[in-house]
């Protein structure tokens, strides 16, 4: 049985959430698969940062919903994780709060790396509150936390 991207990205991202095995991803970040239609075209030679690219493109999908998309729906490649409205609506009626925009990461949110880190690894920002829906509360572990902020400070 085969499987699309979308849900294959989706049970790395599952993995990655519930902690996966670290040290096979400590011994392993640097063959992690870092191309992608949506990736930024250069490339670094620090494994941290590659391993920041790969789970911002492939496995988090933080491009998705953090980059402004065409006419046709397709990401703006040439504006990636610069800010986007969300693509999809609310399931929710009522009360319930929802994002419509994500914001501009390119500066990693002007966060300290230790910010960083505790938000994707608790879901909750430096202001004490978390992100309304449909940002997910990441449990990212401390070594992807780090790299996905080590990749952002890249661009």
């Known amino acids: 049985m085969r499987i699309g991207t979308t849900a294959a990205a989706a049970?790395?991202?599952l993995a990655l959430v519930a902690g996966g095995d670290r040290a096979a991803g400590q011994e392993a970040a640097a063959d992690l698969p870092v191309a992608s239609p949506g990736a930024a075209a250069t490339t670094s030679t620090d494994p941290t940062?590659?391993?920041g690219r790969y789970l911002v493109h492939e496995a988090a999908l933080c491009v998705q919903c953090h980059s402004p998309r065409d006419?046709?729906?397709e990401l703006d490649t040439s504006r990636l994780l610069t800010g986007g409205a969300i693509p999809f609506k609310s399931p929710w009626?009522?009360?319930?709060r929802w994002a419509f925009q994500a914001p501009n990461l390119r500066n990693a949110l002007g966060y300290t790396e230790e910010e960083w880190v505790r938000f994707l690894g608790t879901g909750v920002r430096r202001s004490g509150d978390t992100p309304r829906p449909?940002?997910?509360p990441y449990r990212l572990s401390e070594q992807d936390a780090r790299a996905?902020?080590?990749y952002l400070k890249s661009l």
Request: aromatic share 6%; charged share 30%.
């Open 71 to 73: 006419r046709r729906g």
């Open 148 to 150: 996905i902020y080590e």
């Open 134 to 136: 449909p940002m997910p």
């Open 11 to 13: 049970i790395v991202a």
């Open 49 to 51: 940062v590659e391993r």
């Open 93 to 96: 009626t009522g009360a319930r």
